[in-house]
């Protein structure tokens, strides 16, 4: 099982700090500087939105060059071999890849003439795909798990609620077993007549 990043909305007080990190742990890696998550707000909670690791990975599926792949526990993005076809941010789930700009395309300056028809303007749903801009390639980027450090995420490092956690598949299997004991408690107090299972004595 792939590792992978959550928030919790009750921790999470909208500061930014996990974005101005990231960007900056990435930025000093000679990657793009665009925040690998997102902070989403609404009228009461917030918390950051990025990758899910996905163990099926839509968006590795979909990608024509294979620059997305499964690596040891986590989904990664190569994003020297991104040719900028954006079908990833398309077939993510989650909307968690996102595009930053590279170092601009040596075309001629008068590609663009004064007789080109303006281009209409692109629905909200879709426009974060459909913008470009001229000589300017778009890179996918997606949460990595700041995996070029053995420091480990920097949104994690960096939040100061300790709202953001990196889990495991140890995790998960203890939350799943964690649950089950829960729910058998629950059942059996609801029985009049049940026995705990490590109450239950066998007969001589």
């Given amino acids: 099982m792939n590792r992978f990043i959550i928030a919790d909305p009750k921790l999470c007080i909208g500061c930014n700090t996990c974005m101005a990190s990231c960007s900056a742990e990435h930025r000093q890696q000679g990657l793009q500087a665009l925040p690998r998550l997102q902070v989403i707000r609404n009228a009461r909670d917030s918390a950051p939105v990025m990758c899910h690791q996905c163990e099926d990975a839509p968006c590795a599926q979909v990608c024509p060059v294979n620059a997305i792949r499964h690596q040891d526990d986590a989904i990664v993005l190569n994003e020297s ?65 700041c995996a070029f450090t053995p420091l480990g995420p920097a ?44 109450s239950r004595k066998e007969p001589n």
């Fill in 155 to 198: 949104c994690i490092r960096t939040c100061p609620t300790q709202a953001i956690r990196l889990v495991s598949d140890h995790d998960v299997r203890n939350a799943s077993e964690q649950k089950r004991r829960n729910a058998m408690q629950a059942l059996s107090a609801e029985l009049p007549f049940a026995t705990a299972p490590e």
């Fill in 81 to 145: 071999l991104c040719v900028s076809c954006k079908l990833c941010g398309i077939a993510c789930p989650f909307g968690a890849i996102g595009f930053g700009g590279s170092t601009p395309l040596a075309i001629p300056t008068d590609c663009n003439t004064p007789l080109a028809l303006p281009a209409a303007k692109a629905p909200r749903s879709v426009a974060a795909f459909l913008d470009c801009v001229p000589g300017v390639r778009a890179v996918a980027v997606k949460c990595d798990l």
